[in-house]
């Protein structure tokens, strides 16, 4: 009797054990211990939000419905749940990554950033605001990827303390660099500036993003992710500020705006050719190139497979018109409102995309069907479906 007790005892402790060690997360396994990210809206975790002054008018994107699909209240994220970042982090086992910007700090009143942390600030440029300045466009807010460089250069020295520790630490990060470049065209096209003289300086901001790839790489980087643009066209803000009575402007298949998409692509095109040339200059790093437009592309061609059953241009969140977007409102104040079903939608406020949206941008970064290298993140690891 006492010996079958002992026994069942000893089962049921040893089936805990192995409740208890079988890994929750399979991407346990994955080779980053970190992620570091760099970019603009479509990657920021919170930054904007606590760079914004205390006024007693909140942005418009520290209101309801941002935030409603996941974390059920506004962070900062310009979607109504998870960015890309999110997913990369989840399916690496690595908690959502913070803001630099913020405020929560650990027990010695100090931040630890040794799983990673967010750089990316909505509206945040390529280009320093010197050249903006020059052409006359303002922007708010002033962060561009030099002052994301240099908070990264001001946060080493917390993780560590010397160039071989820095190597050895950096050596096993995932260093997102965008998406980034997308501002230093939106400021401009909604400035009026002409389309031909914004195509003359997308080298000098492909540039830019190469000259920051390299810096990172020379502080230890071995691994880099770099997003291109989305189809800009097929962009509810854009669609909407763009109207146009001539068909021919408009792809058929899909509803995008041709011009702006063709412009989406040369940028790619660009970027493409820089980091083959960087991936030259630096054989033993591994930078890879995350196809954020072909991506994107499937959702504006078959946006019902795909579960977008309201379609993939008009924004969930809005205050009517065509597209669901009027640029004199934005999502968060009256007299807009959310949709019904967020998860229905791939536009969520006119330039951003829903969670289910990005959720579909992560799946084919992790899964390698939108990279040009593998990741090696294990892709079974990435819930599709939570
Ligand atoms: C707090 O953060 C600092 C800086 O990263 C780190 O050295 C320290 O170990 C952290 N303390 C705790 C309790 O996490
Ligand atoms: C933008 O930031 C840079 C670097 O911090 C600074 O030199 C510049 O004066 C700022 N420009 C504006 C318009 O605030
Ligand atoms: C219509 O758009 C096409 C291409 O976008 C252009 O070539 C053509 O000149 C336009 N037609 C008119 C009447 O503006
Ligand atoms: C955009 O919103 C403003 C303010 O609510 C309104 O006056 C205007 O008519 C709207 N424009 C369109 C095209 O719906």
């Given at each position: 009797m006492a010996s079958s007790v002992f026994i069942v005892t000893m089962l049921l402790s040893f089936l805990f054990l192995l409740l208890r060690t079988?890994?929750?997360?399979?991407?346990?396994?994955?080779?980053?211990?970190s992620l570091f990210s760099f970019g603009d809206s479509l990657a920021d975790t919170g930054n904007l939000l606590h760079l914004s002054p205390e006024?007693?008018?909140?942005?418009?994107?520290?209101?309801?419905?941002?935030?409603?699909?996941?974390?059920?209240?506004?962070?900062?994220?310009?979607?109504d749940g998870r960015v890309v970042i999110d997913f990369i982090a989840d399916s690496l086992g690595l908690p959502f990554l913070p803001p630099y910007v913020g405020e929560e700090k650990n027990e010695s009143g100090r931040r630890n950033f040794g799983q990673g942390v967010n750089f990316a600030v909505a509206?945040?440029?390529?280009?320093?605001d010197e050249f903006f300045k020059k052409i006359g466009v303002h922007l708010t807010p002033n962060i561009s990827l030099d002052c994301q460089l240099n908070w990264f250069k001001e946060m080493l020295p917390t993780i560590c303390h010397s160039s071989s520790e820095c190597n050895e630490f950096l050596k096993s990060s995932l260093v997102v660099v965008g998406e980034i470049g997308g501002n230093d065209y939106n400021h401009a096209f909604l400035g009026g500036i002409p389309t031909d003289f914004i195509k003359s300086y997308v080298s000098k901001v492909v540039s830019k993003i190469g000259s920051v790839i390299h810096e990172l790489i020379g502080l230890g980087a071995v691994t880099l992710l770099v997003p291109g643009e989305l189809p800009?066209?097929?962009?509810a803000a854009y669609l909407a500020t763009y109207?146009?009575?001539?068909?021919?402007?408009?792809?058929?298949?899909?509803?995008?705006l041709n011009w702006l998409n063709d412009f989406a692509k040369y940028h790619n095109s660009l970027l493409i050719n820089e980091l083959n040339h960087l991936q030259e200059l630096h054989p033993h790093a591994t930078i890879i190139y995350a196809d954020y437009y072909n991506a994107a592309m499937q959702f504006y061609l078959t946006p019902d497979k795909l579960g977008f059953k309201e379609g993939a241009l008009v924004a969930c969140c809005g205050a009517g018109g065509p597209y669901n977007f009027n640029a004199s409102v934005q999502c968060g104040y009256p007299p807009t409102k959310g949709c019904a079903d967020p998860n229905l939608y791939a536009n969520w406020d006119g330039m951003h995309l829903t969670e289910a949206a990005y959720k579909w941008l992560a799946h084919g970064i992790l899964t390698g069907a939108y990279t040009n290298k593998n990741l090696n993140i294990i892709s079974s690891s990435f819930k599709a479906t939570s």
């Open positions: 079988s890994p929750e997360n399979t991407a346990a396994a994955a080779p980053y211990t006024t007693n008018r909140p942005p418009h994107f520290a209101l309801p419905p941002y935030g409603e699909t996941f974390f059920h209240t506004p962070t900062g994220r310009f979607s509206g945040a440029t390529a280009l320093d800009k066209g097929c962009s109207m146009s009575s001539n068909q021919t402007d408009y792809d058929p298949e899909t509803g995008c």
